[in-house]
């Protein structure tokens, strides 16, 4: 994920001539779009628990996972054995420095048979707080404190939290309704999500911009690279696409900023006033995301719990998630 704040304004100098100055007096560019001195800017503490949440999930995972106490069947192989029952399972068997795959389907993980056949829904909030390992972990906790803290900076925890859960869950269901065969877990669904109301909230909020092209290019590529990443084996692509699209619309939904002038309008005479907080094209884009979300996730969760397939409905779809090579296979991902 890229470092740069494509998006961040600042307080200081409410302009539009692109350019704002540092402390030495030198003309530097500004950020991309322009923020009132009215406007709200929020401290981040949920995402920062979201991290520690997870971080805590994997510790207690570890331990029940207790590698060393069936140590026998891998003859003391067992990573970090230093760490005592904290230690990793076997790089042949989690090369990303993790549980067993038995311990994390005990413990939450999302599996189609026990989501559907079993009844156990409650897999598809679980398993966001689940990780395959360390480097799973950490990877995607990075990308949520670089994504994360400035959107709840900019809208709120409210907002950011809400895109975040949804995501994932909307993650959940594509991925359950393609993959029936292996075990997913991870939040990289919700961190998609996140990169889905980036670009939503840069379309609704396109006239506050001032650097729109290169903002657009930039967040489109960190999309195409990472959903690019997900054709490979064994990574849950229909987890990234579901919690994309999720988000995607969600932005839309919660993400509007009112037209520039807005705020300090509301002082000015009733004549002067700017009437709508909001441009028409954001009320429409607010209405068909929300019809499209609402409709989307409620035909993919009775498709789901009714046991159908979608490779069944889409042929094709599964070589979003994997693209079979003569290096590898594509079995784990259908």
Excluded at 8 to 29: D, E, F, Y
């Amino acid at each position: 994920m890229s470092g740069q704040d494509i998006e961040r304004g600042q307080r200081a100098n409410k302009n539009r001539t692109g350019s704002s100055s540092n402390n030495n007096g030198a003309h530097v560019p500004s950020p991309t779009y322009l923020i009132e001195d009215t406007e709200t800017q929020w401290t981040s503490w949920l995402v920062p628990m979201f991290v520690v949440a997870n971080v805590a999930v994997f510790i207690v995972v570890l331990y029940i996972n207790d590698c060393p106490k069936h140590d026998q069947a891998f003859k003391g192989k067992c990573v970090a054995r230093f760490l005592g029952r904290f230690s990793f399972e076997p790089l042949r068997k989690n090369p990303l420095f993790g549980p067993s795959s038995h311990t994390l389907e005990k413990l939450g993980g999302l599996e189609w048979t026990k989501v559907v056949q079993k009844h156990q829904g409650w897999r598809l909030i679980t398993c966001i707080w689940l990780h395959g390992g360390i480097i799973h972990l950490l990877v995607n906790m990075l990308c949520l404190v670089f994504i994360g803290i400035r959107l709840e900076q900019q809208f709120g925890f409210v907002r950011i939290g809400v895109i975040y859960l949804l995501s994932g869950f909307g993650g959940s269901v594509l991925s359950c309704l393609f993959i029936r065969n292996s075990i997913s877990v991870g939040a990289s669904g919700a961190l998609f999500g996140l990169l889905g109301a980036m670009l939503s909230e840069l379309l609704t909020n396109w006239s506050l911009y001032t650097n729109k092209a290169a903002a657009l290019i930039t967040l489109l590529v960190i999309i195409a690279i990472n959903l690019a990443i997900g054709i490979l084996p064994h990574v849950d692509n229909f987890a990234h696409i579901g919690g994309f699209l999720t988000g995607f619309f969600l932005g839309f939904v919660l993400l509007p900023r009112p037209r520039y002038g807005w705020l300090d309008g509301r002082n000015l005479p009733g004549s002067a006033a700017i009437k709508s907080k909001y441009k028409t094209h954001q009320y429409v884009l607010w209405l068909v995301s929300l019809v499209l979300l609402i409709a989307g996730l409620t035909v993919a969760l009775v498709m789901l719990f009714r046991g159908e397939n979608g490779n069944d409905r889409c042929r094709w779809c599964h070589y979003m998630s994997c693209v079979p090579t003569s290096s590898w296979n594509c079995e784990g991902n259908v």
